[in-house]
Nanobody, 124 residues
Framework: QVQLVESGGGLVQAGGSLRLSCAAS????????MGWFRQAPGKEREFVAG????????NYVDSVKGRFTISRDIAMRTVYLQMNSLKPEDTAVYYC?????????????????WGQGTQVTVSS
């Protein structure tokens, strides 16, 4: 069992930066691939970024490539999402998710555990 708690969301102006954190508890964190998803009002939840359980491989949705960076600290049991050059269209609730297995997936149904979400609002 893995419990996930996100933090770091908030209100920021366009062009600014935020770093989201996802703290994991449970004995199997090192065995989980991790992902970040987001859901804007009136829209479906979408994949943002994923990282393998080793941290050696990452993947991003095209709209955030070059601006967002996912990373993990296995010793600290934490996954991060560094978000730079934020745009109003990045406004959403951001969710951290974990799945049993080596690699991430872009399919939210592939994830076994979810955090409660953290709000990110980017003003223009």
């Amino acid at each position: 069992q893995v419990q996930l708690v996100e933090s770091g969301g908030g209100l920021v102006q366009a062009g600014g930066s935020l770093r989201l954190s996802c703290a994991a508890s449970g004995r199997t964190f090192s065995q989980n691939a991790m992902g970040w998803f987001r859901q804007a009002p009136g829209k479906e939840r979408e994949f943002v970024a994923g990282i393998t359980k080793s941290g050696g491989s990452t993947n991003y949705v095209d709209s955030v490539k070059g601006r967002f960076t996912i990373s993990r600290d296995i010793a600290m049991r934490t996954v991060y999402l560094q978000m730079n050059s934020l745009k109003p269209e990045d406004t959403a609730v951001y969710y951290c998710a974990a799945r049993n297995g080596w690699s991430y997936s872009r399919d939210m149904g592939a994830y076994d555990y979810w955090g409660q979400g953290t709000q990110v609002t980017v003003s223009s």
